[in-house]
Nanobody, 121 residues
Framework: QVQLVESGGGLVQAGGSLSLACVASGNIFSITSMTWYRQAPGRQRELVATISSSGNTNYADSVKGRFTISGDNAKNTVYLQMNSLKPEDTGDYSC???????????????WGRGTQVTISS
């Protein structure tokens, strides 16, 4: 059984910063990729940033230069540092980790429950 728990959401003013973390626990053998998604009210979920096990990163155009994703495979944790926040960054941020467990060689996708980020103007 694998569980993901996000933390670090909250309410900040535009221009401020927040740091999110997502910790995976359970019978984890190896992590393939870690991704942050967000969903604003009335909108579809969108990819914010992703990092592979080798450290390659990709970002949504809307967050490039402002957000930084990093991972610590030893701690099964992915972080998202968010700077210069804008009201349009408001949403429910959830992490997705693709990994192999100790009981299966197949990559599986796991989701956290999300953490709310609200940016006031």
């Amino acid at each position: 059984q694998v569980q993901l728990v996000e933390s670090g959401g909250g309410l900040v003013q535009a221009g401020g910063s927040l740091s999110l973390a997502c910790v995976a626990s359970g019978n984890i053998f190896s992590i393939t990729s870690m991704t942050w998604y967000r969903q604003a009210p009335g909108r579809q979920r969108e990819l914010v940033a992703t990092i592979s096990s080798s450290g390659n990163t990709n970002y949504a155009d809307s967050v490039k230069g402002r957000f930084t994703i990093s991972g610590d495979n030893a701690k099964n944790t992915v972080y998202l540092q968010m700077n210069s926040l804008k009201p349009e960054d408001t949403g429910d941020y959830s992490c997705n980790i693709i990994l192999k467990t100790t009981t299966s060689s197949v990559n599986r996708s796991y989701w956290g429950r999300g953490t709310q980020v609200t940016i006031s103007s």
